[in-house]
């Protein structure tokens, strides 16, 4: 039976569940996140920016995601629920660079219902047992151990049924090797109470798993606050006190059974300090360092706050909240050991920070449950500048997109995407061309137009390149790379000639071929190789021990190092005449094992490529070609060799041939016999396609330049070629050093430019314009001479207008509910400003209670950073309450990426709608825009 799968462009952006740990390495810091129905495991890179190891589809929506170790294990399962019905557990495998499904246990039907388990999950700290549940009535608890070869097993669900009883939420209660226990949110009713105007209880559950007997048992149910909304397990053990924090409206509870109740307050702005409505924790994470431990929870306004529990032993004696730090709001918090805090924010972009301090300043706000009003207390705030973190690295996330409409707005001739995305301050205005991202670190002019440009390496084991080689049409150019580029004339090189090609041989042999000769270079010992007397050299090509060079009159020669390690001499191996025009050639590289490569390409201007064979056995004898279908000619042909990451599949060897008519063709070669197979077609651009090999990540990669250039590269397993959101470019290279480690130098013009792709895996090429309030419509505007037509009651009539093309203006539509309009938004902030925050000596830490007579402690620092003029999108904006609108109309030029007007509206407007009208009394279209005027949401009414 057939099935429909739905795959997309591109994958999700937004994440839903983020959890972190060690999965392809015991001391790996890595996290896996889910974005719906795709499940992704990102790693930190030495420079900082998050890289995605690996994506798969799963065919489902995910509801639940946790990290889940054995006891002695030293690395982490995952595990995962979701609308199918079954909980799975997965491990990374490195050798085959994927998830591997270790169980798949069936517990419900499909789809997400209320009564059918895996909304929420709760995992025993030991790892020796796992709880899911529904929403309303069940819940199933799984026995995980170990058999005798140490392969993971689960037993049969218990069923912990209750019926009649909703779950608000479930963790994991840490009590050492003790029977497992989990701790679950709980409001029971029963017919009876199904009232509007009914009040519920809601619980704090407690059950237990019997390890002994296989059952479990509901222990206990503490009553708790009616807004209790989220629960955090406390270590336990050797670690810490056991017990649960239970997350209410405005404050925290630390509960544990035959243990006294310890309520604190929760710090909160200045602005909200009188506000009805309270503070709601979104997320949490723990972190535990060696004897201690901590926990940062995240309120919906985007607070971060550390809370800290002194406890001695099993008892519990003060509990504090620390304002940290404000970011966006959050789904999910991930702290790695690296000293890096990951943000899945619930809109926008995520985030990685580094930690720069862990709230040790006595400065920051502190609420304390020593304080005399307890939970009561009101201890307030202002958001400041960044202290503690420090913004390291973006993953661009297009969650929520309200509107899209494609179009040529910038006048290139191919549409692109513009995006509204993101919700309040953080929204923005997206423009989307279909292309990885590049970040240029370097641009110069060049004394005329190049031809060509390679790097060279002095020393084959040398991770940078030392020299930057640009050819001229009757000169060689040299750049020595250090910590700046500059000119080089100390090298062997020939400079005073055109440069055809130039490699780095084994042996640290350098090979430059020039019209006249091939120079060969090893230490301070220069050879020449000349060129026939009746004709010159016209292009070449090398790979570790072998030479490759094409001559005038149609001949091909090959050249070999002799000697162990490439410490011989270069001699011409045989030559070969084709009886045809070569117009380009390639040599395979060496594979792994061998000294030399057994193949060779040749392109022909009888629109065909050669395979020839370099074996000794039937040296330069045609094993295969590729005919190429008119008006094609090979422009240029290169090998390129991918590594296969499964030990199960062999490695790949592609031939990629560019043509004169801007299409690049692709074949799989036979490493055995040489022959072609497996042909794919592709049109690059109207521009011939020259192919220029190149390194990704360290792998090989392929740049097929054309009207755009295109990259050719192996990512997560798989070959896909995707353009480069720039220029044209004439010519390109490998670029590495220790300040771009993996780049690329190129030529356009006469220009060299040296770039680096930001991060690959991405389909489009994002432009960000930010908005002020939420976008609710955009449109594009026709330019002032684009034709129009006019429909009238006589028929159809065109407008006298110009019909040169021009950019389109970008209108966006914005408003936000329970906001202010800009206006008297920067009057409350300068407000706020003139307020200062002297902390009352109860909320200092607790070494300073007893010091009566110390000065203020608010250092100017403090005072500096809180009276920052801080951007929204790091700390929101202020609520104005029901019926209050902050709302604007903004036009943007998408070429120069700047507003070109914006209408602010009064506080009880809002703009909901726009479209582009043609009056038939107006000369030009007329932009209408839809306004309400004091609606309210709750209830919609105007």
Not at 823 to 842: A, F, M, S, V
């Amino acid at each position: 039976m057939p099935f429909l799968y739905s795959l997309t462009i591109q994958r999700a952006t937004a994440v839903t569940h983020a959890i972190f740990g060690n999965f392809s390495a015991p001391k790996a810091q890595e996290i896996v996140v889910s974005r719906g129905k795709v499940l992704e495991l990102l790693r930190p890179d030495d420079a900082g920016k998050v890289q995605v190891v690996f994506s798969t589809e799963v065919f489902g929506l995910i509801r639940c995601l946790s990290t889940f170790r054995i006891v002695g294990a030293s690395r982490d399962y995952i595990v995962v629920g979701s609308d199918s019905g079954r909980i799975v557990i997965l491990e990374f495998n490195t050798q085959k660079n994927c998830f591997e499904k270790v169980h798949q246990e069936t517990y419900g039907k499909s789809g997400i219902r209320r009564i059918v388990p895996g909304q929420y999950l709760g995992i025993d700290p030991k790892g020796r047992a796992i709880a899911l549940a529904a929403i309303e009535k069940q819940k199933f608890v799984y026995v995980v151990n170990r058999d005798q070869s140490a392969r993971l097993t689960i037993s049969s669900p218990l069923e912990a049924h209750k019926n009649n009883t909703i779950c608000h939420g479930l963790c994991g209660v840490d009590v050492g090797f003790e029977n497992p226990q989990f701790a679950a949110l709980e409001v029971a009713y029963d017919d009876s109470d199904r009232r509007v105007d009914a009040k519920y209880k809601k619980t704090l559950t407690t059950y237990e798993m019997d390890l002994g007997l296989n059952h479990v048992t509901r222990k206990h149910a503490d009553p708790v606050d009616y807004t209790a909304h989220h629960l955090i397990a406390v270590p336990g053990g050797h670690d810490g006190p056991s017990g649960v924090l239970v997350c209410c409206e405005n404050y925290l509870v630390y509960k544990k059974p035959n243990h006294e109740d310890i309520k604190c307050a929760i710090p909160r702005r200045l602005e909200a300090a009188q506000s009805a409505q309270g503070i709601m924790v979104v997320c949490h994470a723990t972190h535990k360092i060696k004897d201690q431990f901590f926990f940062f929870i995240q309120s919906e306004f985007g607070d971060l706050y550390k809370v800290t529990l002194s406890h001695d032993e099993d008892v519990v004696s003060e509990m504090q909240i620390k304002y940290f730090d404000s970011i966006p709001v959050a789904n999910a918090l991930c702290v790695l050991k690296t000293g890096f805090l990951f943000v899945a924010s619930e809109f926008g972009n995520h985030a990685l920070y580094q930690f720069v301090g862990i709230g040790m300043d006595p400065n920051d706000p502190l609420a304390t449950s020593s304080h005399p009003d307890q939970h009561e207390a009101v201890v307030v705030f202002k958001p400041r500048a960044f202290v503690n973190l420090l913004l390291y690295d973006e993953m661009q996330s297009l969650a929520p997109i309200i509107d899209m409409k494609v179009v040529d707005a910038i006048g290139e001739g191919t549409p692109q995407l513009y995006v509204l995305c993101g919700r309040g301050p953080r929204s923005t205005l997206r423009r989307l061309r279909y292309g990885l991202t590049i970040e240029q670190m370097a641009y110069n002019e060049l004394p005329g137009k190049p031809h060509n440009v390679w790097t060279l390496k002095e020393n084959m084991e040398d991770e940078t390149d030392r020299f930057i080689v640009v050819s001229f049409s009757n000169e060689t150019l040299v750049l020595r790379i250090s910590d700046t580029i500059e000119e080089d004339t100390n090298t062997l090189l020939d400079y005073k000639s055109q440069t055809l090609h130039i490699g780095l041989m084994k042996g640290n042999t350098q090979i430059q071929i020039t019209p006249q000769r091939v120079v060969y270079i090893r230490g301070l010992i220069r050879q020449e190789f000349a060129a026939p007397a009746t004709s010159s050299f016209t292009m070449g090509a090398s790979n570790e021990s072998q030479c490759v060079v094409a001559t005038a009159n149609n001949k091909i020669q090959v050249l070999e190092l002799t000697g162990t390690g490439g410490q011989g001499a270069m001699q011409e191996k045989r030559s070969v005449e084709v009886g045809q025009k070569i117009t380009c050639i390639a040599i395979a590289p060496v594979p792994e094992g061998r000294v030399k490569a057994s193949f060779m390409a040749v392109g022909l201007d009888d629109r065909t490529v050669r395979i020839f064979s370099l074996e000794e056995d039937r040296f330069l004898k045609q094993i295969s070609a590729q005919a190429l279908g008119a008006p094609s000619i090979p422009e240029s042909v290169a090998f390129l060799h991918f590594q296969s990451q499964d030990a199960s599949t062999a490695d790949v060897l592609y031939l990629h041939i560019g043509c004169n008519t801007g299409v690049t063709v692709r074949a799989v070669v036979d490493a055995r016999v040489g022959t072609l197979s497996d042909q794919r077609i592709r049109f690059l651009g109207e521009r011939a396609v020259r192919l220029h090999q190149t390194t990704v990540q360290r792998g090989p990669g392929l740049l097929a330049l054309s009207t755009r250039p295109w990259l050719c590269h192996q990512y997560l397993g798989k070959a896909v070629m995707v353009p480069l959101s720039c220029d044209t470019l004439d010519a390109a290279a490998p670029f590495c050093s220790e300040q771009v480690p993996d780049g690329l130098v190129a030529i356009a013009e006469n220009t060299l430019r040296i770039f680096q792709i930001e991060r690959l895996g991405e389909t489009f090429d994002q432009v960000s314009i930010p908005l002020n309030y939420t976008p609710r419509r955009l449109v594009a505007l026709p330019p002032p001479t684009q034709p129009y037509v006019d429909l009238t009651g006589e028929g159809m009539q065109v407008g006298q207008m110009s019909m040169e093309m021009q950019p389109h203006k970008i209108a966006v539509v914005e408003a936000d509910h329970n906001a202010y309009d800009l206006h008297t938004y920067n009057e409350i902030k300068e407000g706020l400003k003139n307020i200062r925050l002297d902390r009352p000596q109860e909320e200092k830490d607790t070494m300073d209670i007893d010091e009566p007579g110390k000065p203020e402690i608010k250092t100017e620092d403090v005072v500096r950073k809180e009276e920052e003029d801080l951007p929204e999108t790091q700390v929101g904006m202020f609520r104005a309450g029901e019926g209050k609108w902050g709302s604007c109309i903004r036009v943007i030029d998408p070429v120069q990426n700047t507003v070109c007007c914006k209408l602010d509206l009064d506080v009880d407007e809002a703009a909901l709608s726009c479209a582009v009208v043609q009056f038939e009394e107006a000369v030009a279209p007329c932009l209408v825009v839809g306004i309400v005027y004091g609606m309210t949401i709750r209830p919609r009414k105007v």
